[in-house]
């Protein structure tokens, strides 16, 4: 009795821990919770032992530790082997989605396909709605590795077979699932050259979902997309408009991942600006992100790349002096920066820098 009441304990301190994003120390209290219970233990038990190598695979994945993980799940999809209980079959199908996010994680993309199949197969007749979920999620995810491969024709089909099985569905978590899958699919088309069938796409996540409180932050998400979208089809005046109704939509959220999206709307904004020959503007736009957003984690790459398009906007307008002033910051941002990107954005700095003083007029 007294070991069953240490690892409930532990239990119930690593799921707090969980809650709090403390991953590494709930990840300690789930192994001395897993050391407490017996190998044997009684059936209430068994569901604590399951749920504690469930929830201890996930924060490794969430701390990057994917190969950890995968040893995780596996081992304990071996030990849940083919329950005949509901809770079993949900656990077993939560532990075959963290296989397959692991697998994908180590870029292990086929056998992560595979395993969506497995799991779809095995579940897909369910009437259980944790167990629909699971595969609603699986097949949406199925898609996506589908598209991150460059096999967009398979992704669409994938799109299409969940939609047709599940667009109709009454159930909150998955209608909000499906629509995820549905702006997935509008970035497919995207990538497909497709355009304007991406813009009709998005533009019917947002009439279909602009209302589901669960959806806001796809919806939003859908608009910043159709707005790239525009830009590609050289219709910066249209792009704006989608942006600025994330804008007018957002700006006062106290949600981290929506602050980020209207960060991105904004500076997405000023880049439809210049291309629309308004640089005052656009100015104005990247001065929003940067003083709006500057300590926002999320939106951390969005400012710098503000700061550094504010300051070549500056530069064309003939404000040297301005756009050099900008540059400090940019290189304090990126200080021990390797990625392609921030080595680009640096070297865009120093020709900044680099552009000489010209001469006043002569009368």
Not at 172 to 190: E, K, N, P, S
Not at 251 to 268: E, I
Not at 276 to 286: H, K, R
Request: charged letters at 25%.
């Amino acid at each position: 009795m007294l070991r069953g009441q240490i690892a409930y304990r532990a239990y119930r301190r690593a799921l707090s821990l969980t809650k709090q994003g403390r991953d590494n120390e709930a990840i300690q209290s789930y192994e001395a919770a897993l050391k407490w219970l017996p190998e044997q233990p009684p059936i209430e038990s068994r569901a604590i032992r399951a749920q504690c190598a469930l929830n201890m695979g996930q924060a490794k994945l969430t701390l990057f530790r994917a190969s950890e993980a995968l040893l995780a799940f596996e081992d304990l999809i071996t030990r849940l082997d083919d329950p005949d209980d509901r809770e079993g079959r949900v656990l077993l199908a939560r532990a075959l989605r963290g296989r397959i996010a692991a697998l994908t994680d180590l870029g292990q993309i086929q056998a992560a396909i595979q395993g969506c199949e497995a799991l779809i197969s095995q579940f897909g007749d369910s009437d259980d709605p944790s167990l629909r979920l699971s595969v609603a999620v699986t097949m949406s995810h199925q898609a996506s590795l589908h598209a991150r491969v460059g096999d967009y024709d398979l992704a669409m089909t994938s799109y299409e077979q969940l939609l047709d099985r599940f667009s109709r569905d009454g159930q909150a978590d998955i209608r909000a699932l499906v629509a995820t899958v549905r702006y997935d699919r509008g970035i497919t088309l995207g990538l497909m050259g497709r355009h304007s069938e991406a813009i009709e796409e998005f533009e019917g996540v947002v009439r279909d979902f602009g209302a589901v409180a669960e959806a806001e932050e796809v919806v939003a998400q859908a608009l910043v997309n159709e707005g790239a979208q525009w830009l590609k089809l050289g219709r910066p005046e249209r792009a704006i408009t989608a942006y600025r109704t994330v804008v007018d939509a957002h700006t006062d959220s106290s949600k981290p991942s929506l602050r980020a999206l209207v960060a991105k709307a904004l500076f997405n904004e000023g880049t439809a600006l210049v291309e629309a020959g308004s640089l005052n503007e656009a100015i104005s736009a990247y001065s929003r992100v940067i003083d709006g957003y500057r300590g926002d984690r999320l939106a951390a790459d969005d400012v710098t790349s503000a700061l550094t398009n504010k300051a070549i906007s500056l530069l064309r307008l003939g404000r040297r002096s301005e756009a050099i002033s900008i540059c400090g910051e940019i290189r304090e941002r990126l200080v021990g920066s390797t990625d392609a990107h921030s080595l680009l954005i640096l070297e865009t700095v120093e020709r900044i820098e680099q552009v000489p003083i010209l001469p006043p007029p002569t009368a």
